[in-house]
């Protein structure tokens, strides 16, 4: 009789077990893979399906540029892209290369100060700096092929003609947007695109203040609120609501004490 409540209870212990192993999220063995284009089977329809993925997730567009708007940004994903850039190409003010909604599209991409839109324009630089990051640099960082993706998206998503030329030659692998486990603060201020607004280890975008001497201005505790509660203290010069507000919700325990120990290491 004891024996069979012994073995009774150990293969509950077992089913447990088992039942507790599978609810554990599988983090480990899912670090990003880089798909490359499969030049045979691409499609227009396929590319345009790629570029509006890149838009939302790798190329960190809808960081600032969403529908309905943030306030960081023009809505262009509400905005027919193509009837705004014949507007912008009539403009006095405009003062780039482009001749046609393709090469604005990529200009305004590439080189975001070529025209900076009226009322967006960098603080300071009376308007003639646009706080965009070129898409094609660190830390966004998209080649060429990604680029023309998220042009046939925006053309096609208000029923135009897509006039970029699908990709050849597969130069670049599109990387997939499967989140990396985060195990160093750098990882971290990768995850959540931080760069794409501050410059972190001297790479990044100039929307906020840059971190590289956060240590010497701020005590690490002024630093983890600047992160999970922004809007509590506005660093001087810049404006509030813009850096994002739900930090505190996304990041796990363990990742805002890893970012915000290394911020403060970093003194000038
Ligand atoms: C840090 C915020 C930020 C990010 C990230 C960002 N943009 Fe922008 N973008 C802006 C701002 C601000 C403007 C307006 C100033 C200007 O004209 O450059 C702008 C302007 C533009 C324009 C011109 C809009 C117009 O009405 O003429 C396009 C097109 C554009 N962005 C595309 C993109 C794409 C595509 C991405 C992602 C690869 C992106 N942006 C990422 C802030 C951002
Ligand atoms: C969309 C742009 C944006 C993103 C993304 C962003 N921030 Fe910010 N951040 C700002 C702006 C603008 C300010 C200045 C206004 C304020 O204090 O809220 C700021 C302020 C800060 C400050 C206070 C700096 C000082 O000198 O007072 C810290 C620290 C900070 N951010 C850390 C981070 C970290 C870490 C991340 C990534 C997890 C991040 N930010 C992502 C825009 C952004």
């Known amino acids: 009789m004891t024996l069979v409540k012994v073995m009774g209870f150990t293969l509950l212990l077992c089913l447990v077990f088992l039942a507790v192993t599978h609810l554990l999220p599988q983090v480990e063995g899912e670090a990003p893979v880089d798909k490359m284009i499969d030049l045979d089977v691409l499609t227009m329809d396929g590319f345009i399906v790629m570029g509006e993925q890149i838009f939302n997730s790798k190329g960190n567009c809808t960081l600032c540029h969403k529908s309905p708007p943030l306030g960081r940004a023009p809505d262009i994903q509400g905005a027919d892209m193509v009837a705004v850039a014949a507007e912008r190409l009539a403009d006095l003010r405009y003062k780039g290369v482009a001749t046609d909604a393709e090469t604005y599209l990529r200009e305004s991409m590439k080189a ?157």
């Not at 967006?120 to 060429?144: C, D, F, Q, V, Y």
């Not at 597969?170 to 997939?176: F, M, S």
Request: aromatic share 4%.
């Open 112 to 268: 975001p100060s070529q025209y900076v839109v009226a009322g967006w324009g960098k603080t300071g630089a009376k308007g003639e700096r646009s706080p965009m990051p070129a898409a094609h640099k660190a830390p966004i960082g998209l080649s060429n092929i990604e680029i023309d993706a998220v042009i046939a998206y925006l053309q096609s998503k208000d029923g135009h003609e897509v006039t970029v030329a699908l990709p050849t030659e597969a130069t670049a692998p599109v990387a997939d947007s499967v989140p990396t486990p985060t195990a160093t603060a750098a990882a971290v201020i990768k995850k959540y695109s931080c760069q794409v607004c501050h410059v972190v280890d001297a790479v990044g975008g100039s929307v906020g203040p840059n971190l590289d001497r956060v240590g010497g201005r701020l005590t690490p505790e002024q630093i983890h609120e600047s992160i999970i509660n922004p809007n509590a203290v506005i660093a001087e010069g810049f404006v509030s609501g813009v850096m994002p507000r739900d930090f505190a919700e996304k990041m796990t325990v363990k990742e805002l004490q890893l970012l915000v120990k290394w911020l403060a290491e970093k003194q000038p």
